[in-house]
Structures are given as structure tokens and as C-alpha cells.
């Protein structure tokens, strides 16, 4: 996997060797049906967990797969950064989402290849993929004895504030856990970071963190996370799900607080701010573009507006950029320039979301009911903005 679909999976806060995947922990219980995922012959495969309906389903990106020598892209037609399949129960029928991310260096688009209908024990190729450059994965759907894992790990914890509380086995079609972690500072916690180990590789690794800015864990608080044990890479029998590595690490590495403050390791925390600041650098454009629409508002059209949207940059500011490296004088040039793509990466990020919210005005709005839609997205944006600073 290259770095900057490294980047983009932490900025997602989940991820392995093979994939970036939402757990949905809102599921009603294990339906026992796996898709597994094969994407580069002669690897292991990786499995999603079936959900019981589309809006709790759990899904997965794969940024590991052979690409189809020779095949041209174009301006229409991105290059594939990254293959997403989202599975879920339809009555009796498993549908499959297949969709991919293209663009020239990062997710720029999400575009849908095909849907599928599968049943259990199936085995197909994904061949659409084709069509986008990809060598088609094979993908089968596969029954789980839901079961509750004795693989939990050992922990080490490189800080002091953060107290490992609980760690819990799941019942669950693959075998999971629930991390529990108590901030015992005085301060609130914006994010941590996390590795686990298996025979001294990281296999799984992950940055929980608020979502727009707000704070994680409150001081006292307690915080909970269901996480994925780590499968073995053995090659398993066709349809036999893997047995979860043995004697896995969960590895605290760091704690960053709403002061900007860390503890553990300096480039995990430093991960951090870089998004942090790639993020606000976004949100300020954000509210410049509103506020200019607000000023010259008898031009203003949702057209017009998409357009501008569009047009935003995720360009690294130098000047902050220096302060941000200063403050992290051990960072060696290698681990520099992960964070100068990790600024760009998370404002790419805040310019997409952003994009996809106003999508929905296609046309416009009455006169009023659009200066009330700007004067609310510029509050939304501005009480962000307060926060990441």
C-alpha cells in the first residue's frame, strides 16, 4: 500500500495490510456470513462481516490489487486508488456493492462498478473491474460460527494519562474486542493512537479522534472502541475463515489533548496536528467562500456556489507548516513529507465532505431560505473552526 492511501486510512482512523473498514457495531446481532475478498492472487484474503440491512452494514477498501497492463486513463477515466465492497442481507439474496476511488493522487471520486446478488458458498469474479483497469477480484460469501474470541491481546501503553480499563471479547461472526480507555488527566483528549502487533509486524493500526474537532474523551470520562483481532496469514482451506493470530499487541503509542499537549510517541502525535491543520486551513477557506456569497448575495446562485466549491485548494501553508515541524525537531525528512501529504490528505478530505453536503441543492432555494441555509453552514463551520484551533 503506498503512503498516501497510508495517510487517507489513518485519516479514517481504521485500517490493516489489506483494507480500511467500518465496523458497524449497530448491527442487531451476527448474522454468521462473511464476503470474503481476494484481491491480489496467491495473498490471503480479508473477509467483511454480512450486515442485516444496508443502513448497518460494515464495509472495506482495498488499496492492494493487480492493475490490467497497458490499460489508458483519462480525464474521464481516474486511475483506481483503492477497490470498496459494501455487503448486506436482502431477504434471502446477499447483495454486494462494488464501487472504486479514483483520482490522480488520492479519493478523489467514488463511482459505482456493479451491484451483485450472491448466495451462500458462492464464488464469483468481480469482472466489471475490468472496465477500470483492475484484475478482477474473487469474492465468495462464506458462514461463520459467530463465536467469542480468546485471541485478546496484551497491552503496552507509552502514556501516562490514558488507562487501558477493559478489554473485552465480542460475540461477533469475526472475532472482536472492545478496548475500553479511561483519560485520567485534567485535560479533555482529542485523539489517541493506536498499533497492534503480531510477531513484532503491525497489522492493524488506528487513530480514534472527535469528529469535527470535538473532544474524544473528557477528563474522568471513559471511551470505548470494538476493534478486529488480526487473522493469520496462513492460506486457509477454500471457506474456512482463518484462526485469529496468536498472542496479538495492542500497543498504546500516544495521547494528544484539546491543548495540542501529547504523551508516547512524537510522530503519532505529530500525525495528528498535521490532519488538524490541514483541516483548518480547509474550514477557513470554507468560511471565506460563504461569507463572500453572503457579501455579493444578489449573484448568489447553488450553481455558482459548486462551482467555487469546487475550486478550493488543499494547498500545505508553509508558514504554518514550519511551525508544526519546529515543534517536532526529531522528525527525520521521510517523516516530513508523511506529514506535509497528511495536510493535504485531511483538507482534501474537509473539501469533499463539504462538496457532497451542498450536492443536495441542485437548484435554487427561495431568496430567504438560501441567506438562512449560508448564514447556518457559516456557524457550523465557524464553531469548527474555534475548535481546531
Known sequence: MNRKLSIILLILCFGNIFAAAQENSENNKPTGLALEVTSLKGRPP??????ETLPKTNWAWYGAFGRIAGFQTSAERLPVQAVKFIPYLDNNLIRVKVRVFTGQKSFEKEETVTELSMRENERVFVKELANYGVEPFEIAVVRVVPAVSTALPSVENKTVSLQVTGIEPNFSTLPTYKLS??????????????????????????????????YLIEPG??????????????????????????????????????????EGDAFRAAQYRAYTLGRRSQVKQII????????????????????????????TDESEFGTLVKQFPALNENQKAYLREGVEGASDDIKKEFISGTKRYQSDLESNAARAYLKGLKEQYQKWLVRLQ
Do not use: C, W
Open 288 to 315: 471565506a467562500l460563504i461569507e463572500s456569497n453572503e457579501t455579493n448575495f444578489s449573484q448568489f446562485s447553488f450553481n455558482r456556489f459548486a462551482e467555487q466549491s469546487a475550486k478550493l485548494t488543499t494547498n
Open 46 to 51: 480479508g473477509y467483511i462481516t454480512i450486515g
Open 181 to 214: 480507555v479511561t483519560n485520567n488527566s485534567n485535560k479533555p483528549v482529542s485523539a489517541f493512537t493506536f498499533e497492534t502487533i503480531v510477531e513484532e509486524r503491525n497489522r492493524l493500526s488506528g487513530m480514534p479522534q472527535g469528529q469535527h474537532g470535538e
Open 221 to 262: 470520562a471513559t471511551y470505548a472502541k470494538e476493534l478486529r483481532i488480526p487473522l493469520e496469514y496462513k492460506k486457509p482451506v477454500e471457506g474456512e475463515i482463518p484462526k485469529p493470530a496468536s498472542k496479538p499487541t495492542i500497543v498504546i503509542s500516544s495521547v494528544i489533548f484539546a491543548d495540542g499537549s501529547y
